[in-house]
């Protein structure tokens, strides 16, 4: 089996690569109504399913394949799964549970077979897959009950049996990456890497992990109090491919924590912001332009290996920073 860790550390050394924009962005565009969600198959659910954004990988999965091939085409290096909440954790909200082999396993081969299209294309540019792996929707480590502060939603153990679960199809599915992300609560990354762990002891072979928090405010620390060095040295005890953050903030409040993330860390670094801050309807208004201007500052401080973008970020604003990346060398280690 190729060595995929030493491939992409290989390309890393000498280019900036380029993740893929908003999945959920993208999805909007297409104004799915409830009849469009469930599709033939799920017509007569007896729970309402607009809003399972996951749940398109298997009834409009033309639309997956043009977002992915959309982000492609602007020379998008790592596109990510369709496969955010496709945990048996986060699909109980739409009582789910049992399609969480069949949701990761067809979200990964729609992003496999359109990244190999444009690695045939031109193969001096191969094309990644990212198996995204969510925070799910509980916490381990704070209560949802300010009047029980020892309250947990949910366990260690229960997180590590639901990741495990969603990990083995990705896999299965022939993701290139494991991308843990927009992590609010470092005790669940930590359950979803134990679980990766497990499956690599399982299967005899390890794929490459990123690993991606989310700095929640000006606090400038994640939801369950870690600030940007601490959370790097949590997750540290893994040769991870790269760390870094994503959603939450913009470019501009996202630089000065990847800065320090680059200063402390020795693995490659990834971000991939949000398209600005949301207004009062919840969109983001951040043009490609003022976004690129952003990301810029980035590559100026050399601070980047893999740069994209979250909320809101669109084929538009991922061709903007495709062309920037060009201009610039990536981050030493």
Known sequence: MKNTFQIISNILQDRILVLDGAMGTMIQRYKFNEEDYRGNRFKDYKYPLQGNNDLLSLTQPNAIREIHEEFLDVGADIIETNTF?????????????????????????????????????NPNKPRFVAGSIGPTNKTASMSPDVNDPGFRAITFD???VSYSEQIKALIDGGVDILLVETIFDTLNAKAALFAITGIFDKIGYELPIMVSGTITDASGRTLSGQTAEAFVTSVSHLPLLTIGFNCALGAELMLPYMKRVSRFSNFFTAAFPNAGLPNAFGE???SSTEMGKKIKKFLDEGCINII??????????????????????????
């Open 85 to 121: 909440s496709s945990t048996s954790v986060a699909m109980a909200d739409y009582h789910m549970e049992n399609l969480i082999y069949e949701l990761n396993f067809e979200s990964a081969k729609i992003a496999v077979n359109a990244c190999k299209k444009y690695t045939d294309l």
């Open 158 to 160: 229960e997180l590590v």
């Open 284 to 286: 983001y208004d951040e």
């Open 308 to 333: 994209g973008g979250c909320c809101g970020t669109t084929p538009e604003h991922i061709e903007v920073i495709s062309d920037l990346v060009k201009n610039y060398k990536p981050r030493k280690k």
